[in-house]
């Protein structure tokens, strides 16, 4: 071929009948390799060794001292020898040498090939490789004329065939749908989103770590496979069990499990894990979730929000080096302490109705309809407080801030104020309007719980299939004796997208859920 020539497939301007005629050559160059006995797919392992970016780093750090020392900056005599793995993203044939970019798991590095450096016949098969190959290189380390850090391969060696045609290497893989459903492609073609899978890797080992080693919880696992799906208000799926012939449920929530821990005599516990809730689908929900949950022995509502104020700040910073992040244009200062306001409050503030005057269900009512809000004539005033709440409140929640005095209708776990035993001694944490975790001063009252648990399950029984059904063992668990509590919920998902800039939920699980084609 011709001097700098580059050889990469466009694989998203070609035609369905070129593509399939690229995909056939690709198999009659497998096809010709086995007949030959070089059939990639029966190599076991190649000793790595190197990975691209400590390659660079180590070369420029060898090039540093020399210069220090007053030495060349490179010499034959001492060459850094290096073995690296990976995947060919672009080619530049030039008669009796060539380059490639060869991708691993910290990068791209160039690699220099010569038919004089590796055998004429190893060239040649050399020459059948194509974008895509999974290699194995050999080589040491040197700095081309143009400046750029490369490996001049003495070996290079096929692992694996790719048989399909990447995308078009300028624009990456750029159709969100063919993203998520192909993230193995995803990975391999947009390095920022390799990039933002290692951030949220961080953001995890970072949370578990200042849990576990500042804090001192205990990392617990509860049932996934529950036959009350309890601990909040969702709707589940539901499977078989077909050994025992018993309907079962994957977990909404591992609260109550874990509550019955705190009972056992476990003072501090959390889990983080998949949650699974059968609702809707949109940038903020996937059905499947990652949800980490804590529950503190003697402790209530402010001490799991500071927690909640560490834990999302740690993140942060674990991930970007600072507390403050931008999310699509918008900057939030996640620094602790966060502000506090109450619910009823924002909703006098949005609607101009003063809950403080009004006491009865018939008052509320009427306010509310004149506020416009539909269907309140069957609600409660700690509903329609709620509703309201919802409706007008919500969308400018910016935050970080904490949003407290939930009525007792809607927070069926939480224990009640003793000031006003109409709200409960719970809060939830919004930033960017979004809830990113709820948290309670625990009901440990079984006689309360009991009652609660019934009004759900009549709920339910009209209909209400997000009401929370009866679970009389976890009464049971109350009556035993659970300790004051504090509790706490983070939707993990969400806080990484806050701290990724990801636009879409999709963005930050490496495989959502999708509609098969």
Known sequence: MSENIDTTFDAEELSTEDLNELRQIRRQKLAALREQGRDPFLRESWDVSDYSAAVKAAFEAREQERVSAGLAEQTDEDPIRVSLAGRIMANRHMGKASFFDLQDAQGRIQIYVRKDGIGEGEYEYFLTNDIGDIVGVTGTVFRTRHGEISVKADQVVLL?????????????????????????????????????????????????????????????????????????????????HNTLDLDMKLRISNELYLKRLIVGGFDRVYEMGK???????????????????????????????????????????????SMVISYQGRAFDLTPPWPRVRMQDIVKEKTGIDFEVIHTDEEARAAAKKAGLEGAEKMTRGKIIAELFEEYGEDDLFGPVFVTGHPVEISPLSKRDAGDPRITRRFEAYVNTW????????????????????????????????????????????EVGMPPTGGLGIGVDRVIMLICDAPSIRDIILFPTMKPL
Do not use: C
Not at 227 to 234: M, P
Not at 276 to 300: C, I, K, S, V
């Open 160 to 240: 694996t065939k790719s048989l399909q045609i990447l995308p078009n290497k300028r624009q990456g893989l750029t159709d969100p749908e063919l993203r998520y459903r192909q993230r193995y492609v995803d990975l391999i073609m947009n390095p920022e989103v390799r990039e933002t899978f290692l951030r949220r890797a961080k953001m995890i080992r970072e949370i578990r770590r200042y849990l576990e080693e500042d804090e001192g919880f205990l990392d617990v696992d509860t049932p996934i496979l529950t036959i009350i799906a309890g601990g909040a208000n969702a709707r589940p799926f539901e499977t078989h």
């Open 435 to 478: 809830e990113i975790a709820n948290g309670f001063s625990e009901l440990n009252d079984p006689i309360d719980q009991l009652q609660r648990f019934r009004d759900q399950q009549a709920a339910l029984e009209k209909g209400d299939d997000e009401a929370h059904p009866m679970d009389e063992d976890f009464v049971n668990a109350l």
């Open 275 to 321: 949650m699974f809730r059968n609702e809707g689908m949109d940038r903020n929900h996937n059905p499947e979730f990652t949800n980490m949950e804590l529950y503190q022995a003697y402790g209530q509502m402010e001490d799991v929000m500071r927690l909640t104020e560490e834990v999302t700040s740690r993140a942060a910073l674990a991930a970007t080096g």
